[in-house]
C-alpha cells in the first residue's frame, strides 16, 4: 500500500484529520461524525442481505420492508455476488492482471482481489467508492493488503478517478484491466448520463480491456411466461431507496446492455446473473423470474 491510500495517522490522542468530498486526488476522508447513520444506505443494506454485520437498525429495518415485499433480494444479492467471481476468475485465468472495481460497497469476503488471486496472486486491484461508510471499511481491511488499495472517488468524476495517485501507483494503463461495476450504475441516474461515465473510463483502457457489469432490473425474467411488471412493488421498492442515501434506478434489460457502449459483448451476452457462465445446476425460469439482476462482460477491442 502506498501513503496515499490511507489518511495519514494522527498525533497522539486526536484523530485523523478529514474533510468533505472534494473531487480530484487530493480528497483524503471523513471523519465519524460526517458519517450519517440516520438514513438507511444501500451499500449497509447491501451488507445485510449477505449477511454481514456491518449495517445498523435503520439499515436493516430498510432491508426488511424491501424483503417484505421481495424476499428473494437477499437469493439475488447472493447470486450477484457469485457473478463476479466467475467474471473475475474468468478473466484473471485469460491473463487480466490488474482490476479496478468501481462502488465496491462495504467490503464483503470473498472480495475482488481474494476472487483474483486464486488465480494469479500477482494480480493488483484498486477499489473505488466516494461513500464515507465504505471508505472506513475498506480503510481498515486492506490496510495490510499488497497490490491493493482503496480510492475515496466518484464515478461521477472519471477523470480524478483515473488520475488519482494510488490508481496510477498500481494500474500499468498500458496493459488491459477488468474494470469491475457491481449494481453501482443502479444508484446513477439517467440525467448523470451513466453510458458516457462508461465511455470516459473506457477511453483510458487499452485494448484487451474488459467491463463486468451488473445491474438491477424491473423487468421479469424474459424465459418465464408468468412474468408481469409489477408496477406498484416497483414504486414501492423505489420509495424505500428514495429515503435512503442514494436513490435507486431500476433499467430494462435493452437500457442496461446499452450500457456497455464501446465493449463488445462476450457470450452469453446480459442475462440473469445465474445465466453468465454458470458453474453449477442452473435455476429454473421462476426462480430466475425471482432475481432481480442482469449482469454481463464486455471486451474493449
Known amino acids: 500500500m502506498s501513503e496515499h491510500d490511507f489518511p495519514q495517522e494522527a498525533a497522539g490522542d486526536e ?8 473531487k480530484g486526488p487530493e480528497h483524503s476522508g471523513f471523519s465519524a461524525e460526517e458519517i450519517d447513520t440516520s438514513r438507511p444506505h444501500p451499500a449497509r443494506m447491501n451488507d445485510y442481505y449477505l449477511g454481514g454485520w456491518d449495517n445498523y ?13 421481495h424476499p428473494q433480494v437477499r437469493e439475488s444479492a447472493i447470486a450477484n455476488r457469485a457473478f463476479l467471481g ?28 481474494e476472487m483474483a488471486r486464486e488465480t494469479a496472486s500477482d494480480t493488483a486491484v484498486v477499489y473505488v467508492d466516494n461513500d464515507p461508510i465504505v471508505a472506513t471499511h475498506a480503510w481498515a481491511r486492506l490496510t495490510n493488503t499488497e497490490r491493493t488499495a482503496f480510492v475515496l472517488g466518484d464515478l461521477r468524476d472519471p477523470k ?4 488519482h495517485l494510488a490508481v496510477r501507483e498500481l494500474i500499468d494503463f498500458d496493459r488491459p484491466v477488468a474494470l469491475v461495476m457491481s449494481v453501482v450504475l443502479a444508484f446513477i441516474q439517467d440525467e448523470e448520463d451513466p453510458a458516457a461515465l462508461i465511455a470516459a473510463l473506457a477511453d483510458a483502457l487499452p485494448a484487451g480491456s474488459h467491463l463486468v457489469l451488473s445491474h438491477a432490473t424491473y423487468e421479469p425474467y424474459e424465459g418465464y411466461e408468468a412474468g408481469e411488471v409489477d408496477e406498484r412493488m416497483r414504486a414501492e421498492v423505489e420509495d424505500v431507496y428514495n429515503g435512503a442515501a442514494a436513490r435507486l434506478n431500476l433499467r430494462s434489460k435493452a437500457r442496461i446492455a446499452s450500457l456497455f457502449g464501446p465493449f463488445t459483448l462476450l457470450e452469453p451476452g446480459v442475462v440473469r446473473v445465474p445465466l453468465w457462465r454458470p458453474d453449477g445446476p442452473v435455476p429454473g425460469a421462476e426462480e430466475l423470474n425471482d432475481n432481480v439482476f442482469y449482469g454481463g462482460v464486455g471486451r474493449k477491442d
Open 15 to 22: 484523530a485523523a484529520e478529514f474533510g468533505p468530498y472534494v
Open 57 to 69: 437498525e435503520v439499515d436493516r429495518e430498510a432491508g426488511d420492508r424491501i424483503l417484505a415485499m
Open 160 to 163: 480524478s478517478v483515473l488520475d
Open 86 to 113: 466467475r467474471a473475475v476468475r474468468e478473466l484473471v485465468g485469460g491473463g487480466i492482471r490488474q482490476i479496478i472495481d468501481i462502488g465496491t460497497g462495504i467490503p464483503t469476503s470473498p472480495n475482488a482481489h
